[in-house]
């Protein structure tokens, strides 16, 4: 083969494998971010040993307890065909970090995220948030969140650092919130909306120690509440906490003006089975951060229907949005 054709061929092949890898892996100038809630997404293993000592219906499980209710059990004994279906889906979403909920721990995820690396909370009871990052990217797992779990009645917050101790360094947290208070005002007299309130004031606090700290960073997860129609005073006159979203979106400190970036973008409920109106799993980022996301970037990956019927997937699937990478200034110098 004359020289120049055997260039040319060399050129095309790589050029052909560069464009098959993920982005992460060709240091290309974006990061894409997301966040799934993969409802009770627990090893074939484990599942066999709580299903043996599941809580009955209207029973409680002893605190702190690592047990799950029975119809859980009956509902999301998952076999192989399950776990490759969301499997599927993740590479599908093709996301270089995702922020987990309802998972646990590393077992459970790596059966859906199988190359990735893996931080999650040390909570022991069933259900942990945490996130799947691509190999590649520089991070530490951080520290749980734990006051956002009320004693470890409900779900912790779980702290990722990207790009660790360099100028550029993000930092994530992956929550999960109380359910049951969707809608209603933080002072309702419902427990779930009571429990809602603390843990926005930890939630506001963890963000504005971040602003302060004049740090980029973003909050990922099911937040339980559509936060896009979160409108009106944060707090009533004599300082009782009304909303969740106006109270942590309070431009104080600057870093503290945030983006949900499901703003303005269309609702699409998983499948064509479900029939919710809004959204509650969000990706808000913080003043800086939102100056890197990539206008028009914000979607869901949704299910076949046919999987959605035959599969037991989930009853949330993943939103993301891309993000500007930011540059190593480290090698600028």
């Known amino acids: 083969m004359h020289p120049h054709r055997r260039y040319n061929a060399a050129v095309r092949f790589f050029t052909i494998l560069l464009c098959a890898l993920p ?8 990061l894409k971010l997301a966040t799934w809630n993969l ?11 709580l299903r043996a000592s599941c809580t009955p219906e ?15 059990a009956a509902k999301l ?38 190359t990735f690396r893996f931080c999650f909370t040390a909570r022991r009871n069933v259900q942990n948030t945490g996130f799947a ?9 951080g520290r749980d969140l734990t ?14 650092i990207l790009y660790p101790g360099e100028p550029r360094e993000w930092r994530l947290l992956s929550v999960h919130l109380k359910s049951g208070c969707g809608s209603r005002l933080l002072d309702d007299r419902r427990k779930e909306c009571a429990a809602l309130g603390r843990q926005t004031g930890i939630l506001e606090r963890w963000i504005d120690a971040e602003a302060a700290a004049g740090r980029p960073f973003a909050v990922l997860g099911d937040f339980n509440r559509n936060l896009l129609r979160d409108l009106g005073p944060a707090r009533s006159e004599s300082g009782a906490r009304l909303r969740l979203w106006p109270e942590i979106d309070d431009g104080d400190p ?13 609702f699409v409920n998983c499948a064509m089975n479900q029939a919710f109106s809004g959204y509650i799993d969000y990706i808000v980022l913080s003043r800086s951060l ?7 970037s914000f979607e869901r990956v949704t299910y076949r229907t046919e999987d959605a019927v035959r599969r037991k997937l989930s009853d949330h699937c993943p939103v993301s949005v891309r993000l500007r990478r930011p540059a190593d200034k480290s090698r600028l110098d």
């Not at 209207?58 to 859980?72: E, L, N, Q, T, W």
């Open 77 to 114: 004994d998952r076999g192989r065909a399950d776990f490759d279906a969301l499997a599927r889906y993740a590479r599908l979403l093709d996301a270089d970090v995702i922020a987990l909920q309802e998972v646990d721990g590393e077992s459970a995820a790596r059966l859906v995220f199988p």
């Open 133 to 141: 990052i691509r190999p590649g990217i520089p991070y530490r797992c």
């Open 254 to 266: 600057p870093e503290a003006d945030l983006t949900n970036t499901a703003a303005g973008a269309r």
């Open 23 to 30: 982005a992460a892996a060709q240091g290309a100038g974006e």
């Open 58 to 72: 209207g029973a409680r499980p002893p605190p702190h307890a690592r047990s799950i209710p029975c119809d859980v």
């Open 290 to 296: 939102a100056a890197d996301l990539v206008p028009g």
């Open 39 to 49: 409802e009770w997404l627990i090893a074939p293993e484990a599942m066999q040993v």
């Open 147 to 160: 006051a956002l779990s009320l004693d470890d009645s409900v779900r912790r917050g779980a702290e990722l």
